[in-house]
Antibody, heavy 120, light 108 residues
Framework: EVQLEESGGGLVKPGGSLRVSCAASGFTFSDYTMSWVRQAPGKGLEWVAL????????FYAQSVRGRFTISRDNAKTSLYLQMDNLRVEDSAVYYC?????????????WGQGILVTVSS | DIVLTQSPGTLSLSPGERASLSCRAS???????LAWYQQKPGQAPRLLIY???NRATGIPDRFSGSGSGTDFTLTISRLEPEDFALYYCQQYSSSPLTFGGGTKVDIK
């Protein structure tokens, strides 16, 4: 059974940093592109970043480029999102999702999400 | 960026009725790289349809997707009580990947 479990969320002040993690199991993690998708309270879904299976290619939404870094550790079957210089508008539930495809991916499995709140 | 516009914003229907949800793209979506997701309150999205018309694993056949180019439709042939939820379309044809604003299907 495919499982994705996010952790590391919480409350952080504007300008601060936070790293969220996603532990994957039930599939060969190193075979798949992985994504982060977020959802602000009461709002729709926003794609944030993706990383190819070997970590060679990374893509970001314009809204987070230069502030967020996606990475992965295939040996630990884990995905990460390092978030720096956080803004109030980054407050959201962050979902880790498995991608079907290489760069042009849809997400066939999702974690339950982790809440990140940016507030003074 | 490809902007996806979903309509209507809210669809009020009764169980057993047919639902048609629209997703219109600002640019052509190549190769029909369009997916549909269902989301219930407090839950993660669930993949329903990919490639515009392919049902994901375990999705009942009352869900179907159609369309090409810039106009796509998700149809639920007979609404079951568990189908009342939010639905999002997503294009994965070009970066950045983008989602529509969602259609809420609620009970009339």
């Amino acid at each position: 059974e495919v499982q994705l479990e996010e952790s590391g969320g919480g409350l952080v002040k504007p300008g601060g940093s936070l790293r969220v993690s996603c532990a994957a199991s039930g599939f060969t993690f190193s075979d798949y592109t992985m994504s982060w998708v977020r959802q602000a309270p009461g709002k729709g879904l926003e794609w944030v970043a993706l990383i190819t299976n070997n970590g060679n290619f990374k893509f970001y939404a314009q809204s987070v480029r230069g502030r967020f870094t996606i990475s992965r550790d295939n040996a630990k079957t884990s995905l990460y999102l390092q978030m720096d210089n956080l803004r109030v508008e980054d407050s959201a539930v962050y979902y880790c999702a498995r991608g079907e495809g290489i760069l042009r991916v849809f997400n066939d499995y999702w974690g339950q999400g982790i809440l990140v709140t940016v507030s003074s | 960026d490809i902007v996806l516009t979903q309509s209507p914003g809210t669809l009020s229907l009764s169980p057993g009725e047919r639902a048609s949800l629209s997703c219109r793209a600002s640019l052509n979506i190549n190769d029909n790289y369009l997916a549909w997701y269902q989301q219930k309150p407090g839950q993660a999205p669930r993949l329903l349809i990919y490639g515009a018309s392919n049902r994901a694993t375990g999705i009942p056949d009352r869900f179907s997707g159609s369309g090409s180019g810039t106009d796509f439709t998700l149809t639920i042939s007979r609404l079951e009580p568990e189908d009342f939820a939010l639905y999002y379309c997503q294009q994965y044809s070009s970066s950045p990947l983008t989602f529509g604003g969602g259609t809420k299907v609620d009970i009339k």
